[in-house]
């Protein structure tokens, strides 16, 4: 059915309730999950101020914020058996980083839920699962 499960996770507690979703499916497909955080580019465009400590503090600190993000959702693969692999890309636009980490680590299914942390902002899909279902040409699960 399928053999890599992309799991995206911003950290909040609707999306770690679907992760951990997501990895019982991947269990019973037999699938490997990979779960991704997508951190924003630093966006400091200005001139004078910006400087290659700032970057780097930025930098660190959003790989940090990511990789915490992942580790509840990949503890519970680890616990199911199922082989797990954590990821954090850089991107503007969230969607297309969920959207890109699946083909790059080759996801023949993302995994993910209706809302993340602006969910009581959206009635129906957060904003992020509607641009992912798409822009994605791979099969999209929604889960609430």
Do not use: W
Not at 72 to 88: H, Q
């Amino acid at each position: 059915m399928f053999k890599k499960v992309l799991i995206p996770t911003d950290g909040s507690d609707i999306a770690n309730e679907a992760g951990v979703r997501a990895v019982s499916l991947a269990r019973l497909a037999g699938a490997a999950a990979t779960v991704v955080y997508v951190q924003d580019v630093y966006a400091y465009g200005g001139i004078g101020e910006a400087n290659a400590a700032g970057v780097l503090a930025y930098t660190t600190a959003a790989r940090a914020q990511g990789l915490a993000a992942t580790q509840k959702i990949a503890e519970a693969a680890r616990e199911a058996g199922v082989p797990v692999d954590t990821v954090v890309v850089e991107n503007h636009h969230t969607a297309a980083g969920i959207v890109d980490a699946a083909q790059a680590c080759g996801a023949d299914l993302i995994a993910m839920g209706s809302h993340g942390r602006s969910g009581l902002e959206h009635l129906v899909l957060g904003s992020v699962t509607t641009k992912v279902l798409a822009l994605s040409k791979i099969p999209v699960l929604v889960l609430k």
